[in-house]
């Protein structure tokens, strides 16, 4: 998990700082920012006091509203439990007392700079918090993205997992990472995939070498990251080991706690497995959407032996 310090979101968002610019070193702990409106009022009960403060319209022609001794009490009672910083959304203007309070607290305070809404600013800010702040880990083997479909491919050294890569980028989807893939965990069901910034658009081939796959095929071969679908796992062909049954049962991995469906896919000279690789992402799909191959088959085989066995005793 990254260290994300108030002065990480000064560059991001590109704000502008009014007070408290000696600590932007501040850390930011929590994924999702606050808007103090209740804290405004006296109600302290569920106040996040380590969440980035948001002050949009609604709060700050509050504040605009009150006395100087009530909005000295009522800013003095938030500034108090010292939040990393204070975000202004509705402008800088009439600020004076926030920056006079901030300034005697050390406590940043930023104000946006491009025109919109405080609820578009906040969508943007908690995406970017959840995803540096996730739970990561990372493993060995590639990420692609396949129709869509985030996919892990993993498998022993030297199985094939980057020339099968490579056969699916040359077929129209996405590399996301090679030999190293970071995995983050957004939330109890969500697992993102993505590169470690050294690897990113490189992929290794032996033989060949290390191929810049944004260089040799343009954008269109290579995708920061993406949301994992399926596991998959390249074996060695072993004779008899897997079974042809009309519908393969999901086994599944489990990554920081969520679960991953995962199969297996065995290498042998000249089968496609590129090509059974899109049809695994493809199914995987049907199946989200209520669909199955097998129990469309069956419904077929009992309507027919339905139908036969009302001929039979028809006259």
């Known amino acids: 998990m990254k260290e994300i310090t108030v002065g ?12 408290g610019e000696r600590q932007l070193q501040k850390q930011i702990t929590q994924p999702r920012v606050h808007r103090p409106g209740l804290e405004f009022v006296g109600h302290f009960d569920f106040f996040p006091t380590e969440r980035v403060q948001i002050l949009g319209k609604k709060e700050i022609t509050y504040l605009h509203k009150l006395s100087r001794e009530e909005r000295k009490v009522r800013i003095g009672n938030i500034v108090h439990y010292h939040p990393p910083c204070f975000i202004v959304t509705a ?10 309070h901030c300034t005697e607290q050390g406590i940043p305070l930023l104000v946006t700079n491009k025109p919109e809404t405080t609820s578009e600013f906040i969508t943007k800010i908690d995406a970017y918090l959840v995803k540096e702040l996730a739970p990561e880990m990372a493993i060995h083997g590639v990420c692609m993205n396949v129709s869509g479909i985030g996919i892990l491919l993993r498998g022993s050294s030297g199985v094939g997992k980057s020339e099968t890569a490579h056969t699916l980028i040359r077929r129209g989807h996405r590399l996301v990472a090679d ?21 990113k658009e490189f992929l290794a081939l032996r033989s060949i070498g290390l191929l810049n796959v944004v260089r040799l095929y343009g954008r269109k071969a290579f995708q ?20 042809n049954d009309l519908e393969q049962e999901f086994h599944y991995t489990d990554y920081m706690g969520v679960k991953i469906p995962s199969i297996e896919i065995q290498l042998q000279p ?9 049809a695994a992402a493809n199914n995987w799909y049907l199946k989200q959407q209520g669909y199955s191959a097998a129990e469309e088959f069956m419904n077929r085989i ?4 339905a139908k036969s066995s009302t001929n039979q005793f028809e006259p």
């Open 302 to 305: 009992e309507a027919d032996m």
């Open 224 to 243: 920061d990251e993406t949301r994992i679908s399926l596991d998959i796992h390249l074996t060695k062909w072993e004779k008899d080991a897997l079974y």
């Open 8 to 19: 990480d979101l000064v560059r991001k968002f590109s704000l502008k700082v009014l007070a």
């Open 179 to 199: 030999d190293i893939v970071v995995l983050k965990k957004l939330s109890t069901q969500t697992i993102l995939g993505t590169h470690n910034e050294k690897n």
């Open 91 to 100: 402008g800088e203007e009439g600020l004076t007392y926030l920056i006079h």
């Open 270 to 278: 000249g089968r496609d497995v590129a090509g059974l690789i899109e």
